[in-house]
């Protein structure tokens, strides 16, 4: 198929998956570039693309072919993209036994960035709470660099959720500066969540009384508090041993 | 002082600080918000500072009180602050026995992270190759929260600092996904530097070829790396034990 026109109602459709409430309401979202496309493809979230007359990419999946003016026209980018990719959003039913519970995370780039570390340390769901930044946000989606496919991510609820989890046995951490253990001192636990905070305000109050344990990690008095994506990446990194 | 205009060449001057030039020329630069300001003036680099009409903060310095619109025309914030400093950079000579090398970094964000991880982790100097995003980029700055001002960090050519601190007895570690020792099992040394990369491409060959020994953060497959600052303050976190 060929679409020559920004007029064209699929690509004023298309464009529309730059805001939330349209993301939202017909569960797709948009990726750009051939590296996530291609992610995509391989996670079978990929629906149809958007190809710059001229290349193609070797995927058996739908293509227009529109000029790289229909493409400036619907990324926010500087430098258009020469694929993008309209993906569905999937949610996977089972949660695993390894969670990190992030609440209210506001930085795209930190929550990309926790995504990806994620994938690195073995975690099996990341739970978002309901005002987190969007998932489907395009920089957070750069910042995992591919990997937002090859890992379970859902919204929920967090109080609610954390209650399910506990009657399930699963150890419930949190982190403190002032009464938390030691980092390289937390034991394993076989089934176990992690809740990490906003980057200003850290975790509300009263989901941070729900911890069964509070996480130390030991540096400089001169330095205040991590970046959020860095402490979450050094507790991962330390539970996945 | 009071300046009402826009038109005053002082802050015509001011406002120039925002490019990298003029702030190689002058050897100053600015930061913005209260913050930022009261940690520069505890640390003894403060120059002076534009405060808000209406506005007043507690430091014993030269004050050029401006309207708003002045501190509006300076900042590149969408929200402008109701305090700007102007700081000298001062470059202290001692360099301790922990260093951290960051070879061609050029996210300011990743940089700010960095150096916050640094002071956090007990990093006694950064040392810049000399085609790094430069360290006077308000983003830089922001994203340090501050810490800018609680380590000494300068700019070298990078393969004549490493030949000296060889020469010095400093154990050199670069990363490796190939060769590497598991980081856990890499002991202390009392005299150490760690090479950390360019995000997309790594450390340049030629420096990486200098290591006397590769670090290897253990990871899911499906990750073929890390984002840099959250792998350079695993590292640090790890070395600091």
Redesign the interface.
């Known amino acids: 198929m060929f679409i020559e026109s920004i007029k064209n109602q699929k690509i004023k459709d298309i464009k529309k998956l730059n805001q939330k409430k349209y993301r939202d309401k017909s569960n797709l979202f948009i990726i750009e570039g051939e590296h996530l496309v291609l992610e995509a493809y391989k996670n079978n979230v990929l629906d149809e693309v958007l190809i710059s007359v001229g290349y193609d990419i070797d995927i058996n999946i739908t293509k227009t072919f529109v000029p790289s003016s229909v493409l400036s026209y619907i990324t926010e980018l500087e430098n258009a993209p020469k694929v993008i990719g309209i993906c569905k959003k999937i949610e996977n039913k089972h949660i695993g036994n390894k969670i990190l519970i992030l609440d209210r995370i506001q930085d795209p ?1 930190n929550l990309g ?1 926790i995504i ?2 994620s ?4 975690i099996d769901t990341i739970v978002l709470s309901e005002d987190s930044v969007d998932l489907y946000n395009s920089k957070v989606l750069r ?1 995992t ?1 591919g ?1 937002i496919f ?1 890992m379970n991510i859902i919204e929920r609820n967090l109080i609610d959720f954390i209650e399910e989890l506990k009657c399930n046995d699963y150890k419930i951490y949190g982190t403190s500066v002032k009464n938390g253990k030691v980092l ?1 001192n937390i034991e394993n636990s076989e089934k176990f969540a992690i809740i990490m905070g906003n980057e200003g305000k850290g975790v509300e109050s009263n989901i941070l009384d729900m911890c069964d344990e509070y996480i130390y ?4 008095s ?3 508090s ?2 959020v ?2 402490a979450t ?2 507790i991962l ?1 330390e539970l ?2």
Chains 1, 2 share one sequence.
């Open positions: 780039g960035t990806r570390s994938v690195a340390f073995n910042a660099q990997l090859s390289k990690i030991p540096m400089n001169k330095c205040e991590l970046n994506a860095v990446s050094i990194y996945s041993r």
